[in-house]
Structure formats: structure tokens, C-alpha cells
DNA sequence: CGTTCTAGATTGAACGTTCATTCTATGTTA
DNA sequence: TAACATAGAATGAACGTTCAATCTAGAACG
């Protein structure tokens, strides 16, 4: 009975990448379903239903239907810190702010993006699960868009102390953030027009004294 | 059968107000409700029991669910509908638009507010009905919003075209908005260095030439 | 090469629960 | 008594989850 205990992964890596897939697909179709109807409004039955499986199925790869929430969660925000940490260790600060925040502006204006974002941040203002992995998703970004913010003043020979900068990250944030809130409620809005004066108020900000 | 077809309202004032007390007290216990579980986790007995009722006596006042929810929406838009029309009639703009920011700052700022406004705002973007009755409140506030600022600019000498106009405005809305979703993100930020930023990016946002 | 064995993949029906809504009965007031 | 206010049980649908059964593909073996 002892002499199994030692193999740490049963599965080779072939299925091992079966199994990725299968995952991939049921968090594909969750995705869809979160965004049409809300984390509580879409049914495991529907879900499976998109990603072409019984709805029994479902359960091999998830322990229930709050795990599959905390894996788009978590998958949706990885995506995020990894954007912020490229910006960090880019070497051209400046450069690449102003090109990623044109590329930011897209994404939190796309309105299926928006929408998934939108629950999720309302599922952690009441779960606290995912409460602690958005807040722990976002003390990574926040650090790193402070630092940024840091060094690109610094360029500007600006000396500013941690609390100036949080609080300038923290404006910067909300603007990006609330553009998705935007879209929601006027989905007309002029993209164009609405970027270049997103960049002309970041450019303000980031350039003018304390 | 015609004959009572000239009452517009059947009811004498007196019953009519009994009946929006327990309106109102129904509305109040729904958004209680709605915070901290959503407008899909919210059951009619938790809302019922909570606005001490009985559960079939919630629909001597509301048809259904959506209808509590439209209701909702539908009063928390008017308050913001109010603020921004108050502002636009007021003399002295600039001063107006100072402090209505900071108290505006502060209402995003507070978590119960924001948990609401953004299960709002999720619902909007999923339910038609809801994402109808958002849109028309939000394009009161915007125009509103819009000619403040047309104002506030031109007493500094500025002269904008509209397109710049409603994409300032929309920059500023996100801002506000914006702050909800750092609230949530960020239960712990600094409120007052937050408040103190935001107060210097809007000015300079007004203030510094197209 | 053909057969048997086996373990994981997959299914769909069944279960118990919860929900929104309806219905019926009982107070309450004018 | 007529009309309204209120309660709470009844209803049927939908949901998350479980489970026993079936399928599939490859390993073991002769």
C-alpha cells in the first residue's frame, strides 16, 4: 500500500496537457456565461452545455461552482500583473507608459472585457475568497505602477514621497477602471476622442509639480 | 365599468403615503440585500424578513424581482441626477464644482455606496431593462456635466469644441466612477491623500489649455 | 496479431434544496 | 360589511451536486 506513495504526478505529461485543455475549455465557456449572465445567473448546466460536455464532467476538473469563479478570477488577474511587471522592466519607462496606456484605454473599453471585469469586482465586494485574490492581484499591480511612476518623475527631476506617488497611481487606476464602468453606461461614447484626452490628463499628471 | 376610469389615483393621500412607507421600507431592506449578496443571491424571504414582512406581501407592492430591482436602479440614478442638476444651476460654478468633488470623491469613496452602484452597473450590463434605465439617467448627468464644464472653461478664457467637451467629462466620470472599483480593490487606501490627488488632477484638467 | 484487462473520460438521470411566485385564510379598518 | 393589509403554507421550476453506468484507448499477455 506504501510502495505507490512516491510518485509525486501519476499522470504523464500527455494527459496531463488532455486534462489543461479540458480545463481551458470549461473556463472558456464559463467566461462566456459570467458575462451574459452574472456569476449566479449562469448554471453549471449551461456552462457545460458551451463547452461541449455533461454537465457531470464539469466536476472532474473543479470542486464546485465557487472554484470555477476563483479560476477566472485568478486566470483574468495573472493576465494583469504581467502586463504591469513588462512595464516595470522595460527599460524606455516613458516609451512604454504611453504606449501601454493607449492599449490599456482599449482594453478597459472593450465591452466584453468590461463586462467580466465588472463581476469580478463585484463578486469581491461580497466574497471574501475572492476578495483576497483580487486585493493580492492588485497590491502586485499598484507596487509596480508606483515604482513606474517613480522612475518617470524622477526623469522629470521630480522627487515625490511614497504617499504622493500611491495616490497618484491610485488616480491613475481609477481613471483606466472607470473607463470600463463608462462603457457600460454609454456605450456611444466616443473612443477616439476619449483616448487621446485619457493620454492629455495622464501626461498632466505625471508631468506637472507636486 | 367606465365609470371610475377619471380617479387617476384610487387611493386617498393618507393610504397612499401608508403604502410608500412600506415601499420604501421594502426598497431599503432590497438594497441592504443586494450589497451583500447581489441581485441574484438576494432570496425575496431574506429581503421580506429583513423589511419585516411576509414574503407574498412583497407583491402587493412589486410585480416581481425586477421590478424591486428597476426600483432600485431607478432611485439611486435620481439622487445622482440631482446633484449634477443642482450644480449646473448654481452661480458661482467653479466653487460649486470644487466642493460638490470633494463630497463626490467621498460618496465614491464610501463602500456601501460603491458596492451598490456596481452591482448596478454589472446588472446594466447584462440586463436591457436595467442597462436602459442607467443610460438615460447618465446622459442627464453627462449633458450636465458637460455645459458645467463648457462654463468652467470659458471663465478661464478657453473656448472647446463639444467633442472635447463630453470627452472631459466622460474622463472625469471615470474618475469618480473609478474610485469605486479602488475601494473595493483596495479597502485600506488613503482616503485623504486619494481625495487631495483627485482634486489636483481635475484642476489642472480644467484649467490647462487644449 | 488478436484478445483481455484496466483505468480514466464521459454521460445523463436522480436527489435534495432553494427560489420566485401564487393562493388561501385571517386580521384590521372605515 | 366591504375593502384592504398581512401572513404563511403550497407549488412548480431550476439549480448545484452526486452517482452508477458506459465508453474508449492503450497496456499486458498469449
Given at each position: 500500500m506504501d510502495m505507490t506513495a512516491d510518485a509525486p504526478s501519476p499522470l504523464p505529461a500527455d494527459e496531463g496537457s488532455r486534462a489543461a485543455v479540458r480545463r481551458t475549455q470549461i473556463l472558456d465557456a464559463a467566461a462566456q456565461c459570467f458575462r451574459s449572465c452574472g456569476f449566479h445567473g449562469a448554471s453549471i448546466a449551461r456552462i457545460s452545455r458551451l463547452a461541449?460536455?455533461?454537465?457531470?464532467?464539469?466536476?472532474?476538473?473543479?470542486?464546485?461552482?465557487?472554484?470555477?469563479?476563483a479560476a477566472i478570477?485568478?486566470?483574468?488577474?495573472?493576465r494583469m500583473v504581467t502586463v504591469w511587471a513588462e512595464l516595470r522592466a522595460s527599460r524606455d519607462v516613458r516609451e512604454t507608459m504611453i504606449?501601454?496606456?493607449?492599449?490599456?484605454?482599449?482594453?478597459?473599453?472593450?465591452?466584453?472585457?468590461?463586462?467580466?471585469?465588472?463581476?469580478?469586482?463585484?463578486?469581491?465586494?461580497?466574497?471574501?475568497?475572492?476578495?483576497?485574490?483580487v486585493h493580492a492581484a492588485d497590491?502586485?499591480?499598484?507596487?509596480?505602477?508606483?515604482?513606474?511612476?517613480?522612475?518617470?518623475?524622477?526623469?522629470?527631476g521630480m522627487h515625490d514621497d511614497d504617499a504622493t506617488l500611491t495616490s497618484m497611481a491610485?488616480?491613475?487606476?481609477?481613471?483606466?477602471?472607470?473607463?470600463?464602468?463608462?462603457?457600460?453606461?454609454?456605450?456611444?461614447?466616443?473612443?477616439?476622442?476619449?483616448?487621446?484626452?485619457v493620454q492629455r490628463v495622464i501626461r498632466q499628471t505625471i508631468s506637472s509639480p507636486a
Open positions: 461541449g460536455m455533461s454537465t457531470g464532467h464539469i466536476y472532474h476538473y473543479f470542486d464546485n461552482k465557487e472554484a470555477i469563479i478570477v485568478q486566470r483574468d488577474l495573472e504606449a501601454l496606456s493607449a492599449e490599456c484605454v482599449g482594453d478597459h473599453l472593450d465591452a466584453d472585457a468590461a463586462k467580466l471585469r465588472l463581476e469580478i469586482i463585484t463578486e469581491a465586494a461580497r466574497n471574501p475568497e475572492v476578495a483576497r485574490i497590491c502586485c499591480c499598484m507596487a509596480s505602477l508606483t515604482e513606474t511612476l517613480r522612475i518617470a518623475r524622477q526623469m522629470n491610485e488616480v491613475l487606476a481609477a481613471i483606466f477602471e472607470g473607463l470600463s464602468i463608462r462603457t457600460i453606461r454609454n456605450p456611444g461614447l466616443d473612443r477616439e476622442g476619449l483616448a487621446a484626452m
